[in-house]
């Protein structure tokens, strides 16, 4: 994993650990890291990350409800 450092203004009142969440969800939202890469990012586990996820209603399931009548037609 590379290292970044990030300067961020004092009076953001915000702890290293909910930043990284903020990134890793984010990363997680827009496909570029598996729910497992970002939990490990976030230096959590998959379980607690997902449960995380919840809380901040970042859906962990990615499907668009437009797949979902050409699927029940083809079940």
Not at 55 to 62: D, G, L, S, W
Request: glycine share 8%; proline share 5%.
């Amino acid at each position: 994993m590379r290292t970044i450092t990030l300067k961020i203004p004092e009076n953001l009142d915000i702890s290293s650990n909910e930043l990284v969440f903020i990134l890793a969800g984010q990363l997680f939202e827009d496909g570029k890291l598996s729910l497992g890469q970002a939990a490990e990012l976030a230096g959590l586990t998959t379980r607690t990350f997902a449960e995380l996820l919840g809380k901040a209603n970042i859906p962990i399931f990615n499907y668009p409800g437009s797949d979902l009548p050409r699927d029940v037609a083809n079940a």
